[in-house]
T-cell receptor, first 113, second 115 residues
Framework: DGGITQSPKYLFRKEGQNVTLSCEQN?????MYWYRQDPGQGLRLIYY???????QKGDIAEGYSVSREKKESFPLTVTSAQKNPTAFYLC????????????FGPGTRLTVL | QKEVEQNSGPLSVPEGAIASLNCTYS??????FFWYRQYSGKSPELIMS????GDKEDGRFTAQLNKASQYVSLLIRDSQPSDSATYLC???????????????FGQGTILTVHP
């Protein structure tokens, strides 16, 4: 069963804690992305990675970190430096290429208590 | 000016009508255009992609692209209550430069189809 999986589906964090969101894909996609969505708003890009061991900051990278040690995996860490982390986090992936399409995982809803 | 701007909603249409969703973009070198549907509490689902000027039809959905006017639209014919969702327009420069082919999204338009 191919696709993009994210875990956990819901995550609760106390202020001052770091948390790591998992994203795995078995589509053999090259590029992977992390987005954040706040209520009533569009998606904002946090980080993206085109190949293993390489990643780039998106538009709102402050307070987040990522790694890309394997092609299938692109975990996102929300650090205590992120001032307003409560949001819906979406992972996406795509094959490299001009006409390729980007697909999303089911998302993780993070709430800071 | 926002990079990708969608018509303000919410948009409400009766069942069976045509719903028209509009999107303008500012980057003239954009080459790939996408429409995603997002149900409340769920992740976005790709419903249409378009790369060339003109119309592209898929079932009840038609995407229209006009690069000269920097405009892309989505028409939903015979709208159904199950089409009620937020529709997101996304634009991508293709490979080249430092963009890594990333998508830029509009803020979304909420569509409600009432029986």
């Amino acid at each position: 069963d191919g696709g993009i999986t994210q875990s956990p589906k819901y995550l609760f964090r106390k202020e001052g804690q770091n948390v790591t969101l998992s994203c795995e894909q078995n589509l053999n996609h090259d590029a992977m992305y992390w987005y954040r969505q706040d209520p009533g708003q569009g998606l904002r890009l946090i980080y993206y990675s085109q190949i293993v061991n390489d990643f780039q900051k998106g538009d709102i990278a402050e307070g987040y970190s990522v790694s890309r040690e394997k092609k299938e995996s692109f975990p996102l860490t929300v650090t205590s430096a992120q001032k307003n982390p409560t949001a819906f986090y979406l992972c996406a992936s795509r094959l490299e290429g001009i006409g390729s399409e980007q697909f999303f995982g089911p998302g993780t809803r993070l709430t800071v208590l | 000016q926002k990079e990708v701007e969608q018509n303000s909603g919410p948009l409400s249409v009766p069942e069976g009508a045509i719903a028209s969703l509009n999107c303008t973009y500012s980057d003239r070198v954009s080459q790939s255009f996408f429409w995603y549907r997002q149900y409340s509490g769920k992740s976005p689902e790709l419903i249409m992609s378009i790369y060339s000027n003109g119309d592209k039809e898929d079932g009840r959905f038609t995407a229209q692209l006009n690069k000269a006017s920097q405009y892309v639209s989505l028409l939903i014919r015979d709208s159904q209550p199950s089409d009620s969702a937020t529709y997101l327009c996304a634009v991508r420069r293709n490979a080249g430069g430092t963009s890594y082919g990333k998508l830029t999204f509009g803020q979304g338009t909420i569509l409600t189809v009432h029986p």
